[in-house]
């Protein structure tokens, strides 16, 4: 069985100032902003950005022309129904012209008749009573 081994203080602080040296060893070991390296990968970033950029700046324009598409669409669909109601509204005030001047000349030759009648009954009578 393995025993609990605690270490004493002095290992402690020994290794805490090992793992510090290490890291500050690691820090001084990167390289700093100036480093063709780091300045190459700024570079590429930088680039990356910029052709984001400019894909989201063709995708607004692309956005804005499909709505400004939509927009002349709608308009010439409203232009055209409003075109086929006043075809509509035309052609029904030319059926309802029609059909008022059927029934005023089937009114006049109603009246024409009846007063053919009239005269003929009238007429009738007068030779009646003349003998």
Same mark, same amino acid.
């Given at each position: *069985?393995?025993?609990? !081994?605690?270490?004493? @203080? #002095?290992?402690? #602080?020994?290794?805490?100032?090992?793992?510090? /040296?290490? *890291? @500050?060893?690691?820090?001084?070991?990167?390289?700093?902003?100036?480093?063709?390296? !780091? !300045?190459?990968?700024?570079?590429? &970033?930088? %680039? *990356?950005?910029?052709? &984001? %950029?400019?894909?989201?700046?063709?995708?607004? %324009?692309?956005?804005?022309?499909?709505? =400004?598409?939509?927009?002349? #669409?709608?308009?010439?669909?409203?232009? =055209?129904?409003? +075109?086929?109601?006043?075809? =509509?509204?035309? @052609?029904?005030?030319? !059926?309802?012209?029609?059909?008022?001047? &059927?029934? %005023?000349?089937?009114?006049?030759? #109603? /009246?024409?008749?009846?007063?053919?009648?009239?005269?003929?009954? /009238?007429?009738?009578?007068? +030779?009646?009573? /003349?003998?």
């Amino acid at each position: *069985m393995r025993r609990n !081994v605690l270490p004493n @203080l #002095q290992d402690r #602080q020994n290794a805490s100032a090992d793992a510090k /040296k290490a *890291m @500050l060893e690691k820090f001084r070991a990167s390289p700093g902003p100036d480093d063709p390296a !780091v !300045v190459e990968r700024r570079a590429a &970033r930088e %680039a *990356m950005l910029a052709e &984001r %950029a400019a894909r989201a700046a063709q995708r607004e %324009a692309a956005k804005r022309a499909h709505e =400004a598409e939509l927009a002349e #669409q709608a308009a010439r669909a409203a232009a =055209a129904a409003e +075109q086929a109601e006043r075809e =509509a509204a035309e @052609l029904a005030a030319r !059926v309802a012209a029609e059909q008022a001047e &059927r029934e %005023a000349a089937a009114l006049a030759e #109603q /009246k024409a008749a009846r007063d053919e009648r009239y005269k003929a009954r /009238k007429l009738a009578k007068k +030779q009646r009573r /003349k003998g």
